[in-house]
Nanobody, 124 residues
């Protein structure tokens, strides 16, 4: 099992940057693929980014490509999401999630563990 705790959210202006982190408990963090999702008010939760347990495979939603970067530090049991050139539509609660299942990494159902989320608000 793994428990996930996000941090680093906050209020930022359009065009600004923010880094959110997800700290995991458990000895087997390095065996999990990690994803970031977000949910805006009144909208469904959507995929943002994914990193394979090895760090060797990374995927992004088209809406964040070139602006966001996911990374992980298995020694620190932490996954990061660096967000640059933020837009108002990036506003939402950001969740990290862990999976040991195969499948399409953007699909919510493959993730068995979720954090509580951290709020990111981009103001114009």
């Amino acid at each position: 099992q793994v428990q996930l705790v996000e941090s680093g959210g906050g209020l930022v202006q359009v065009g600004g940057s923010l880094r959110v982190s997800c700290a995991a408990s458990g000895r087997t963090f390095s065996s999990y693929g990690m994803g970031w999702f977000r949910q805006a008010p009144g909208k469904e939760r959507e995929f943002v980014a994914y990193v394979h347990w090895s760090g060797g495979s990374i995927s992004y939603a088209d809406s964040v490509k070139g602006r966001f970067a996911i990374s992980r530090d298995n020694a620190k049991n932490t996954v990061y999401l660096q967000m640059n050139s933020l837009k108002p539509e990036d506003t939402g609660v950001y969740y990290c999630a862990a999976t040991q299942r195969g499948g399409i990494v953007s699909q919510i159902h493959i993730y068995g563990y979720w954090g509580q989320g951290t709020q990111v608000t981009v103001s114009s």
